[in-house]
């Protein structure tokens, strides 16, 4: 315990000097410094940034209306299909949780093909990822002689919501978030929740308009015809299209069945046009780059609508066959609008509408009063400790400072390499492990005031409270650092902030109470040679 090689020696400054120079661009600006030194500082919660906290669910009777919605498309083929004799004529109508399919073509007998047709559907009805291997999404059943129910079962429910809640996460990530760097916290609530922190965001309503957008994007092609448009302001639609508002277009006449859907769009991002106006860049996927090349060719000197949630953003003239796939939204855009409406388009649409059940703002001033506090409390709490360990325990009260000191700049190193997240309970995590800190070298140094009592030297003292207090730390760190995991795993947002500080805490204590503290204590044995310690 009380050999320090070189290559020990080595070792414990490097994680020391790494440590430091980690965790110093969090309580130091290191704008000026050389390249080599790390730049980055620990990231603050919303709590002590300030920001926007957002609790917000997916409604299961919505997920299901919506996954019955996509299976009635596949209904509708499985009923036409041409390699039978003749296509199940047939009605079908989503509401709420069932599908009610009607057949409308009885036989020569006078009845309806039921049997046939659910056979049909059934070869549709595949299992669901995740669900169990051969079975059914969806119930199909006759519910009278020309009516078949098509219902989701309870277990298909929880895989659905479950399904839609992973998909809603990555979207609201995406659309908040495009770029990866602003450091958001987005954590699952229950079954159907998501809670969302978004430190330094100063305006919740834009979060909010971001989210309600349910992101359906189409392309459509556009009827010019004037009889056609006027029958269809007056109340008469023409059969297969449907009349849409756009914010610069006016009311138009746009084909019901798209040419290009959300799922052709590889992604989309903002831009600006030839007068350096705001506008909206986005590039089809090969599959859409295809359609779209064809649907140009065989359209020419029409318009198509491009339909974002049911609001025409842009109706520009087919002038030629556009090859590529690049396409740009035009229009009196906002810089701030074209990024959003880039970051709704590429993120792809929602499963489900999202509702908001909490709102809360945290400001920037309130953030930094809570930092202000915590380093305030932290700093008060080392002084005292610090000064009651130099008065009971003298030199070794000052080396368990010194490694008290370290820990805390240990901790900072590990949350910036973890890239986690400090909140006003991870502070108070973190003032904890400076008490579990001390408790470690108040056992060692217990056990070498006993040793020598017994009339040990003082070689031979610390090396037995080193050894003898050892297994007792060990119990003690483990059994937090399972606690500190069950909180994490448990709990969810601030809980797990102060889990992991508690955590990080607990595992580099060890390293500064025992190690270092230990190194010195040698060193300094080594230099003056004393015969008895004073404590």
Request: net charge negative; hydrophobic share 45%.
């Amino acid at each position: 315990m009380l050999q320090f090689p070189p290559w020990k020696i080595f070792l414990v400054l490097a994680v020391i000097v790494w440590g430091t120079l980690l965790a110093l661009p969090s309580v130091v600006n290191m704008s000026g410094a050389p390249s080599w030194i790390p730049q980055k500082a620990v990231n603050l919660g919303l709590d002590l940034r300030g920001g926007v906290y957002l609790e917000m669910e997916i409604r299961p009777e919505e997920v299901i209306e919506g996954r019955l919605a996509v299976f009635s498309r596949d209904v509708r083929s499985a009923l036409a299909r041409t390699d039978a004799l003749d296509p199940v004529a047939h009605l079908a109508e989503v509401k709420g949780r069932v599908m009610t399919v009607r057949l409308t073509k009885p036989d020569a007998a006078g009845n309806f093909p039921v049997a046939d047709a659910i056979a049909r559907i059934n070869k549709a009805n595949g299992p669901l990822e995740g669900g169990l291997a051969g079975g059914k999404t969806f119930e199909v059943a006759q519910t009278g002689p020309d009516t078949i129910s098509i219902t989701v079962p309870e277990n298909s429910e929880s895989l659905m919501v479950a399904d839609a809640l992973a998909k809603t996460e990555t979207i609201v990530a995406r659309r908040v978030d495009p770029d990866g760097v602003a450091e958001i916290s987005l954590t699952p609530s229950g079954s159907n929740r998501l809670i969302l922190e978004a430190p330094g965001e100063p305006n919740p309503q834009r979060l909010k308009d971001l989210l309600n957008r349910d992101g359906r994007m189409t392309f459509n092609i556009v009827d010019d015809s004037p009889s056609s448009l006027a029958a269809a302001q007056a109340g008469v639609v023409k059969p297969g299209y449907t009349l849409l508002n756009g914010p610069t277009t006016g009311p138009l006449l746009v084909r019901s069945i798209p040419e290009i859907v959300g799922s052709d769009i590889a992604n989309a991002s903002q831009g600006n046009d030839e007068a350096n106006r705001p506008q909206i860049n986005f590039r089809l996927n090969s599959n859409g780059a295809r359609k779209f090349f064809e649907t140009t060719s065989q359209n020419t000197n029409k318009r198509f609508a491009i339909v974002l949630d049911d609001v025409v953003m842009s109706a520009p003239n087919i002038n030629e066959p556009i090859a590529g796939g690049n396409v740009r939204i035009t229009g009196d855009f906002t810089i701030e609008e074209a990024q959003d409406l880039a970051a709704i388009i590429s993120a792809g649409e929602m499963p489900a509408k999202v509702q908001f059940l909490d709102q809360r703002v945290v400001s920037s001033t309130l953030g930094e009063d809570s930092i202000q506090a915590g380093y305030t409390a932290a700093l008060v709490g080392l002084l005292f400790v610090g000064a009651l360990m130099v008065l009971a325990y003298g030199i070794q009260g000052l080396f368990a400072v010194i490694s008290l000191a370290l820990n805390i700049v240990l901790v900072f190193a590990c949350l910036v390499l973890m890239n986690a997240t400090l909140t006003l309970p991870g502070i108070g995590g973190i003032v904890l492990t400076m008490g579990m800190s001390v408790d470690a070298n108040v056992l060692v140094f217990e056990r070498i005031r006993e040793e020598q009592r017994a009339g040990r030297s003082a070689w031979t003292a610390v090396q037995a409270g080193y050894e003898r207090a050892f297994a007792t730390i060990m119990d003690a760190n483990i059994t937090l650092l399972f606690a500190a995991a069950v909180l994490y795993v448990m709990g969810s947002g601030p809980v797990k902030g102060f889990a992991v500080t508690l955590a990080l805490g607990n595992i580099t204590s060890v390293f500064t109470s025992v190690i270092v503290t230990c190194m010195l204590t040698v060193f300094w044995m080594k230099l003056t040679k004393p015969k008895r310690f004073a404590i």
